[in-house]
């Protein structure tokens, strides 16, 4: 028997859009924090559950694919989470899932992978998340540096340590002072306070039970690392642990923090057959490397390349969500493009110096806010979401907005972000 | 009152594992573009100790509970909080009233505190001035089930296990408040099945989905997020969004519910009359509440409940039950006593089972499923070996269609039990069981043939339930290898497993058999080599002197239900057809032999063997029940015919002479063995106390042997003055 050409047909790209997202409330890692005492898978399970709740018309059985990150994966981030994320949060045992780890960009890169695998053609349906409890994990237990970083200077031993690079980074840019990465600080957590009272953070979290010894069960709800009210006074005494007389403080950096993520991705003509909102229409991602002492640089390179692969410039750009490490990452990138501090194109609901970063779930808390910062501002085509990642990396992804007029993707409704966990019970509530 | 008028009471109790109840504000979230529904109140029960330590309610528990929710009761009517919610620690809400303190009331006045104590520290949950909800996370038995039926409404987990108003079982009421507040919640029918059927049915308990279909709870909720999902619902109860739907609920002043109440509390009197034959107290009570509340309001109810609680906590019958239920079945089972170190105990990796008769067929299966380890039936011929292979197949295909395993356990199970004539199969098994024909020199044949084949450490075991083990063993090779390992009819059902030591039984050979019985989930107990061992031999006792009285010349029904005062789970005669007559006619014999006329071997049993009579009683066409004459001209009686009390009394006495004799020789540890064994092996009701307990009671004890089984207060009344 001979094939004579008849082959598989070739594939076309098919888009790929964000249909919602969600995360925990973002704790202080720590004993005294909302989270301690919580498992890590947990936190995602939680996160799941919530998502199909929320879209109702979504049958569990059509995940193809359930991709979380977390950036230590042992103990409660290990055994494969996406799989046991999977199980544990009562998907049925036909759904397959995977870990990730790209660090800080864990949750980005469950996202990209996963829409690639959707353009593709090998998924219709994905849940993509990350989470990392920095309690039960703080950074860098566990690792094991291979001595030839040291030995041949592959990577200086300081950028091993993340506090170090962004002092490095204040270094090669001057302009950038304590005092703008104070001033940025500030209004970070004042945005944040904003986004709280005008009711747009709220809509987004999943309550989270918690139990601690001796104190009985809670309910958390809100973010626990905000503090509103931050002056730049209050900055300006801080110790700046990473170098005598440095430039960056606990107060201009993302903290330590616990938290999860995840979002629900499909290709347009799943959400379109199965009636899923469409928040945002991926246009384009790309990851780059740069010099591991100065990973906070990494999102520019990632950014011109995004671009480049999207056939748009920075001028395209009318929202930027940028992850918050530290605040002089985010000015050099600002600076890089030409973009005032203050610009209001650029995270809106403040980041996460103020809400924190539990770094391998960031990226689709991003990504959230970004599909609710759309719906409200229908006047923007494009936006971006971008991170630093350690060891020197930076990625980002552009997204499109299914609210603007010129909107390009051809099915699908442009999705309603919702204003509160969806009012349909899916176990029996009532009798 | 306030709960810290209990203050004094509760110090009574210095050495209570208290539960604590821990208090959370949580805010509520708000409906999109609603005023938010303000601050819950959440009050977790938590004795901070880990799942193995179930969370009880004490009396300093109560007025911690009560002290706690008087103080958010203050906080509401200050318009502080607007709704209060109880939940447990993991996998409990509350496990129940702390029985030990309960059983350890000396005084009438003291139970009367207890009961009172709940009853005050429910009403105050009742009536906060906000609603209360129960957030029942996982088991909720008694006084537990009753702080959710006392809140105003209840969210119960999927996932969780134990919900029930066990006390009729355990010789209480649910009497703060649950006899009240459960027929209006879920109709009368389903009150009483599940705070009489229940109970009474091997203290069966409802799962979380169970307790929701019959109205228990307002809302079910999975585990995986079950306290956030119960919040959030009682957040929109609570801003009016919305109005649970009680499709169960009565009015007890409708003129329809009336009917419904009395046919309801018959029907309860009539199961608790064939279950226990009114032997003791606390179910009927439950009904006569039942019965009397329909009429009244909470509060008067309320005042009944505690004196019938007072009243009951001070019985015999609920003391022996708590001896029964906490003392044997949760402890002493756990810890064998005289079970040698674990750690001497054997792997055992292949099962050999001699006979393939149905009571192999039942050990192979048990073996095959619990041990998960290969097992070989070998018999005399093929076409007997096939059979018996056919009967476990049989068995696993029957609980593969009853999806009570998978379809890959029953291949597993299946492919473990083999079939075979030649005893060459058991050359590597480390356990070999016989379950061939009641003859020693049948059983001897059959060890002798298994020494020449088996490896130097394999274990043999006989299943005899009458012969001499020691005897079994006197031409062995090895006769250290020899233990009796007694099952009880039907294996997969009933948990005793008598593990009988012989004089020369090896101390890692018994370490063995008593991890292999765990392991069977079989509670083992260490018997002597002694005829019958113990269950059987109390049986028997039983049985022979009623049968006596019987031949003596007493009518049939008196001498049949003479025993109705002890509640035994069936009479005599009905015991003696299920058992089978020839069956137990060998027993008493081998019993007649080793002990003479204690146990007498009746001429007329004989006849009725002769003739293939297979019992006493048989049911007419009109559905009467009677001896037939063709079975009584079979028979002879004597002149000499005793009153039904006669009979009770009679084999009172002659119970406490045989356990007298029993730990004389020391056949097991104690009394509380013997109890065990009863309960477990002979479905003996726990308000016997299993047995010695209730002879205590009666004074058979006194009478026989001049003194007690079990000296006052372990599970009775404390001693006089």
């Known amino acids: 028997m001979s094939h004579t050409g008849s082959g598989a047909p070739r594939r076309t790209v098919r888009d790929v859009v964000f249909v919602d997202g969600l995360r925990t409330p973002f704790g202080r890692a720590g004993e005294k924090g909302i989270h301690a005492g919580t498992r890590a898978d947990d936190l995602i399970v939680k996160c799941i559950r919530e998502l199909l709740r929320r879209n109702p018309s979504l049958p569990p059985e059509r995940v193809d694919e359930v991709a979380i990150a977390a950036t230590t994966q042992t103990g409660d981030q290990g055994l494969t989470l996406g799989r046991t994320a999977a199980l544990l949060a009562g998907l049925p045992r036909t759904v397959p899932g995977f870990a990730v780890d790209r660090m800080c960009a864990g949750a980005m890169t469950a996202v990209t992978s996963t829409a690639g695998g959707i353009g593709f053609g090998a998924y219709d349906v994905v849940i993509a998340g990350g989470v990392e409890h920095m309690g039960n994990h703080p950074m860098g237990s566990g690792a094991d540096p291979n001595p030839r970083f040291m030995s041949e200077r592959l990577v200086d031993p300081a950028a091993l340590n993340m506090g170090n690079t962004a002092e490095n980074l204040h270094d090669r840019f001057p302009a950038i002072t304590k005092q703008r990465s104070d001033a940025y600080a500030v209004?970070?957590?004042?945005?944040?306070?904003?986004?709280?009272?005008?009711?747009?953070?709220?809509?987004?979290?999943?309550p989270v039970a918690g139990r601690k010894p001796g104190q009985g069960w809670t309910v958390h709800s809100v973010d626990e690392p905000p503090r509103p009210g931050?002056?730049?006074?209050?900055?300006?005494?801080?110790?700046?642990?990473?170098r005598a007389h440095g430039r960056v403080t606990a107060g201009n950096s993302a903290g330590l923090n616990d938290g999860a993520t995840a979002a629900v991705l499909a290709s347009g003509e799943a959400a379109a057959e199965l009636g899923l909102p469409v928040k945002m229409r991926l246009v384009s991602y790309a990851y780059a490397g740069v010099e591991p002492e100065v990973m906070g640089i990494g999102p520019v390179p990632a950014t011109e390349k995004?671009?480049?692969?999207?056939?748009?410039?920075?001028?395209?750009?009318?929202?930027?969500?940028?992850n918050e490490a530290f605040a002089v990452q985010v000015l050099s990138f600002l600076d890089h493009f030409g973009i005032a501090d203050d610009d209001p194109r650029v995270n809106r609901y403040g980041g996460a110096i103020a809400v924190g970063h539990p770094l391998a779930s960031s990226?689709?808390?991003?990504?959230?806010?970004?599909?609710?910062?759309?719906?409200?501002?229908?006047s923007v085509r494009y936006g971006i979401t971008a991170m630093c990642v350690g060891l020197g990396m930076g990625g980002t992804v552009i997204w499109e907005n299914p609210h603007h007029a010129d909107y390009s993707g051809g099915t699908g409704t442009a999705g309603t972000a919702t204003t509160a966990p969806a009012a349909v019970q899916t176990e029996g509530a009532t009798a | 009152m306030s709960a810290a008028d209990f203050t004094g009471f509760a110090s009574l109790f210095p050495n209570e594992t208290v539960t604590h109840s821990y208090v959370q504000d949580i805010p509520l979230p708000a409906a999109p573009g609603a005023e938010s529904p303000g601050t819950f109140a959440l009050v977790t029960l938590d004795n901070g100790l880990d799942h193995g330590k179930p969370t009880t309610l004490g009396p300093n528990t109560l007025v911690e509970l009560g002290t706690v929710l008087e103080g958010l009761r203050d906080r509401a009517a200050r318009g502080e909080i607007t709704g209060v919610g109880v939940t447990g620690k993991p996998y409990?809400?509350?496990?129940?009233?702390?029985?030990?303190?309960?059983?350890?009331?000396?005084?009438?006045?003291?139970?009367?505190?207890?009961?009172?104590?709940g009853h005050d520290v429910y009403a105050t949950l009742a009536n906060l001035g906000v609603p209360s909800f129960a957030f029942i996370n996982g088991t909720a038995l008694g006084g537990g089930l009753e702080i959710a039926l006392q809140s105003t409404y209840r969210t119960v987990s999927t996932g969780a296990g134990a919900l029930a108003l066990p006390e009729a079982l355990l010789g209480l009421v649910p009497g703060w408040g649950g006899v009240y507040l459960l027929p209006r919640l879920v109709g009368p029918e389903n009150a009483v099945k599940v705070m009489i059927e229940n109970p009474l049915s091997n203290n069966r308990t409802l799962s979380g989905p169970q307790a929701f279909d019959l109205g228990i709870a307002d809302a079910l909720f999975e585990p995986a997020d079950f306290l956030e999902q119960s919040l959030a619902w009682a957040a929109k109860v609570i801003s009016g969004e919305l109005v649970p739907e009680r499709a169960n609920a009565v009015d007890p002043s409708h003129p329809d519910t009336a009917g419904r109440w009395a046919a309801a509390v018959a029907a309860g009197r009539?199961?608790?009359e064939s279950k226990t034959s009114n032997a003791a107290p606390a179910p009927g009570k439950v009904l006569d509440l039942m019965e009397a509340n329909r009429t009244m309001n909470q509060s008067e109810s309320a005042a009944v409940e505690c004196e019938t609680l007072a009243g009951l906590m001070q019985t015999d019958e609920f003391r022996a039950t708590v001896y029964a239920f906490l003392d044997l079945v949760q402890k002493r089972s756990k810890r064998p006593a005289g079970a040698p170190d674990r750690k001497l105990a054997r792997p055992i990796t292949k099962v050999g089972v001699v006979g393939a008769g149905l009571m192999a067929g039942q050990l192979a299966l048990l073996f095959a499923r619990q041990l998960k380890v290969p097992v070989v039936l070998t018999d005399i011929d093929q076409a007997r070996v096939d059979k018996g292979v056919g009967y476990v197949h049989g068995e696993v295909d029957?609980?593969?269609?009853?999806?009570?395993?998978?379809?890959?356990?029953?291949?597993?199970?299946?492919?473990?039990?083999?079939?075979?004539?030649?005893k060459a199969a058991f050359t590597d098994a480390d356990f070999v069981i016989e379950a061939v024909f009641e003859e020693l020199s049948v059983k001897k044949q059959v060890f002798a043939e298994l020494e020449a084949v088996v490896s130097a450490d394999c274990i043999l075991a006989t299943n005899t339930s009458s012969l001499s083990v020691t005897a079994m063993a006197e031409d062995l090779q090895h006769p250290e290898r020899l233990v009796g390992f007694h099952f009880f009819?039907?294996?997969?059902?009933?948990?005793?497993?008598?593990?009988?030591?012989?004089?020369?039984t090896d101390v890692a050979v018994l370490a063995t058999a008593f991890e292999l019985a765990k392991t069977l989930k079989k509670t083992g107990v260490l018997v002597k080599d002694a005829a019958a061992f113990v269950v059987n031999r109390i049986l028997l006792r039983l049985m022979g002197e009623v049968t006596a009285a019987f031949d003596e010349g007493t009518p049939a029904d008196a001498a049949d239900s003479a025993l109705k005062p002890m509640g035994l789970p069936m009479s005599p005669f009905t015991l003696l057809a299920m058992v089978g007559l020839p069956v137990a006619q060998h027993v008493q014999e081998s019993l007649n032999t080793a002990f003479g006329d204690r146990f007498p071997v009746s001429a007329n049993l004989h006849k009725l063997i002769d003739n293939g009579v297979k019992g006493l009683w048989e049911t007419g066409p009109d559905g009467s029940v009677a001896i037939p004459d063709s079975t009584l001209s079979l028979m002879s009686f004597g002149t000499s015919p005793s009153t039904a009390g006669q009979v009770l009394r009679r084999t009172q006495d002659a119970l406490a002479e045989e356990i007298g004799l029993m730990l004389d020789e020391g056949v097991v540890a104690g009394p509380e063995d013997i109890d065990l064994c009863m309960i477990l092996g002979a479905g003996w009701p726990m308000f016997l106390g299993g047995i010695t307990p209730y002879l205590d009671r009666v004074g058979a004890s006194e009478r026989v042997n001049g003194k007690r089984f079990l000296p006052p207060g372990v599970a009775s009344g404390p001693a006089a003055g």
């Not at chain 2, 609980?399 to 079939?419: E, F, P, Q």
């Open chain 1, 187 to 206: 209004a970070s957590q004042d945005k944040l306070a904003a986004a709280y009272r005008e009711g747009r953070i709220l809509p987004d979290l999943v």
């Open chain 1, 230 to 242: 931050t002056t730049i006074s209050d900055l300006a005494g801080l110790r700046t642990p990473f």
């Open chain 1, 306 to 322: 995004a671009l480049q692969n999207a056939g748009l410039t920075i001028g395209d750009i009318g929202l930027f969500e940028i």
């Open chain 1, 363 to 378: 990226g689709v808390r991003l990504m959230t806010q970004l599909a609710r910062q759309f719906e409200e501002d229908p």
């Open chain 2, 92 to 117: 409990y809400l509350v496990a129940g009233a702390d029985l030990s303190a309960v059983k350890s009331l000396e005084e009438r006045e003291h139970g009367l505190h207890m009961a009172q104590l």
């Open chain 2, 270 to 272: 009539k199961f608790v």
């Open chain 2, 398 to 422: 029957k609980l593969l269609a009853k999806k009570r395993i998978s379809a890959d356990a029953a291949n597993r199970t299946k492919a473990l039990v083999s079939g075979s004539v030649s």
């Open chain 2, 489 to 504: 009819n039907p294996v997969a059902v009933m948990p005793l497993l008598e593990i009988v030591r012989a004089p020369r």
